[in-house]
């Protein structure tokens, strides 16, 4: 039974960093592309970062702040977060391309002084 659970959400001050984990079960996550994405109220959900073997890609708006990585013995992914701006605040969820596609829960990160 695949299973998705975020963790490391918060509030955190503009300019601050976060660390979110996805961990993993079910599949081992290095088999297949894993990715987060964010969605705000009202918005619609939007793709942040992918890990697909040793690749990684990242949306234009957070290029250069954000790092996305996986443990595979912990079979968890992680995505760190640095410069963290307004904007960035939003409900983060992992997903994995197996079979469909799952989603986690999410969790929320605030940006605000």
């Known amino acids: 039974q695949v299973q998705l659970v975020e963790s490391g959400g918060g509030l955190v001050q503009p300019g601050g960093s976060l660390r979110l984990s996805c961990a993993a079960s079910?599949?081992?996550?290095?088999?297949?592309?894993m990715r987060w994405y964010r969605q705000g109220p009202g918005k619609e959900r939007e793709w942040v970062a992918t890990?697909?073997?040793?690749?990684?890609y990242y949306a234009d708006s957070v290029k250069g702040r954000f790092t996305i990585s996986r443990d595979n013995f912990k079979n968890t992914m992680f995505l760190q977060m640095n410069s963290l701006k307004p904007e960035d605040t939003d409900v983060y969820y992992c997903?994995?391309?197996?079979?469909?596609?799952?989603w986690g829960q999410g969790t929320r990160v605030t940006v605000s002084s």
């Open positions: 079910g599949f081992t996550i290095s088999t297949y592309a």
């Open positions: 890990i697909r073997s040793e690749s990684t």
């Open positions: 997903y994995a391309a197996i079979n469909g596609g799952y």
